[in-house]
């Protein structure tokens, strides 16, 4: 007896099938090679999977899921989704929600085929590296205009090291033609009289560094006249561009710091301590002078002219004249500098908010109280105000406590 | 502007000529002569260094965007 079925119509069908997938095979993982990739206009990312057996399925990633790395032709992936059909197409195919490179991933073989290349050109060479400027005074930097790399070197230069000028090319960093405008920035900037280059920008995926990983960075890194330190990224990125590059800062924030290795105030300080070298050898050379000549003028006193004894005295007066000439200039400028530190401290001096009517509680004694010190009830204390200080009494030492004044 | 230019270029040498002052100095071999006219000169670049980073604002020049790629 034949087996006579119901007659469908093509949704039903087309349904029973759907449901038969969906029930049936339901959420998978698969591996195969991307194909026919299509990021659509609308967002939604369409592609085939296939493999050696030649085998395909199409796929699709609705724009509501992102790859996490850009997909290209020929990638080996593996995608995990959904299986379903596509009634209007009569067609199935894979809804992705997730999709990862392959293994080790198709970036990370191209990274490390490029690192071998370079590294057999020679291009990583300890040997090869140009020593960095002891104290730019003029530096050029290669990022984007808008990240917070560029931010970061700048605020760190104008604190560490406002005298350093900065000549900023604005850089494309990724995306298309990064790569190219990267190389361009350095060809640029070695143009200019900046004494060194920071080439970089912050932290993103790999995709989003991958300029930096590409040979016509590496290239440019490598033919620049002037040292380059490159900034990719934070801590743990590491790229092509770190290799060749003739410093590698682990961020843009420490590349800054890098091209400052001396701050102004180090070299303040440094001042500071020169000019009191100078004082200190300039006056034991006059004393050891002085010495002399008198014991020359003592010893031989009796054996030469008196002419003789007054020339020597002479010329010690003239020198202690001059001298003392200087050393009023120098005890002048000094005390300048002094008045423009003592501005700068007054600032820091515990005093100092009393000029905004805060009052400093002391021991009856006058010696401070520490932060954590407690004061109990009964004992005297000194409140000292702008213009004027008065004697206390604590009466109790509740939350909010009640003070006795008494002007003294 | 152009003398901040080369004040600029001459910064490190002022340092490093100063340093030689000092030296000089310390050994304090040489006539008195010479070493007051070495210190005053010591005192006056350490002044001009002092004046040069004190008064320091930082300097922002952006380069334009070419292509030179092609010229390599």
């Known amino acids: ?408 | 502007m152009k003398k901040n230019i080369k004040q600029e270029i001459s910064f490190e040498q002022q340092l490093s000529r100063l340093d030689e002052i000092v030296d000089i100095l310390d050994a304090g071999e040489k006539p008195m002569d010479e070493l007051l006219v070495l210190y005053e000169e010591g005192i006056n670049i350490a002044k001009s260094c002092r004046e040069y980073l004190e008064k320091a604002e930082q300097k922002i020049e952006q380069l334009s965007v070419k292509n030179d790629v092609s010229e390599d």
């Not at chain 1, 299509?38 to 790859?67: E, N, V």
């Not at chain 1, 920035?185 to 990983?213: P, Q, Y």
């Not at chain 1, 300048?336 to 400093?360: C, N, T, Y």
């Open chain 1, 1 to 408: 007896m034949p087996n006579i079925r119901k007659t469908l119509t093509v949704g039903e069908l087309a349904n029973a099938i759907k449901m038969l997938l969906e029930d049936g095979i339901g959420y998978v993982s698969v591996t195969g090679e991307i194909s026919n990739y299509k990021l659509h206009s609308s967002g939604h990312r369409y592609f085939t999977l296939k493999d050696a057996s030649g085998a395909q399925i199409a796929c699709t990633m609705w724009r509501s899921r992102q790859p996490g790395f850009d997909m290209k032709d020929g990638m080996n992936v593996v995608a995990s989704g959904q299986v379903t059909a596509y009634p209007p197409q009569g067609r199935y195919q894979l809804d992705c929600s997730s999709i990862a490179p392959l293994g080790a991933g198709e970036l990370y073989l191209a990274f490390e085929r490029m690192k071998e290349k370079l590294s057999a050109l020679g291009w990583f060479d300890t040997a090869r590296k140009r020593p960095l400027p002891q104290m730019p005074l003029c530096v050029g930097v290669a990022t984007s205009a808008t990240g917070a790399a560029v931010r970061d070197i700048f605020s760190t230069l104008a604190r560490r090291m406002p005298a350093c000028r900065i000549i900023f090319r604005p850089t494309l960093v990724q995306g298309d033609g990064a790569a190219e405008d990267i190389a361009n920035a350095i060809n640029n900037l070695n143009k200019t009289d900046c004494e060194v280059i920071i080439a970089g920008r912050g932290g993103g995926s790999i995709e989003d560094l991958w300029a930096f990983n590409t040979e016509i960075v590496a290239k440019a890194i490598y033919s620049s006249k002037k040292p380059v330190i490159s900034a990719v990224g934070h801590e743990t990125d590491v790229t092509i561009a770190d290799f060749v590059a003739d410093c590698r800062a682990a961020t843009p924030t420490a590349a800054a710091e890098i091209v400052s290795p001396y701050t102004a105030a180090d070299l303040l300080i440094y001042l500071t301590d020169i000019q009191l070298r100078l004082r200190r050898s300039i006056i034991s050379s006059f004393e050891e002078r002085k010495r002399e000549f008198m014991q020359i003028a003592q010893h031989s006193a009796f054996r030469r002219t008196a002419e003789k004894v007054l020339q020597l005295q002479q010329q010690t007066d003239e020198l202690e004249m001059r001298s003392a000439a200087a050393m009023r200039r120098i005890l002048w400028t000094a005390s300048k500098d002094l008045d423009a530190i003592e501005r700068r401290l007054m600032v820091l001096h515990p005093l100092s908010p009393l000029q905004k009517g805060f009052a400093l509680m002391r021991h009856a004694d006058g010696l401070m109280f520490a932060a954590n010190e407690m004061v109990s009830a009964g004992e005297h204390i000194i409140l000292q105000r702008l213009n004027q200080t008065a004697s206390a009494i604590i009466t109790e030492t509740d939350k909010s406590p009640i003070i006795t004044v008494s002007n003294s």
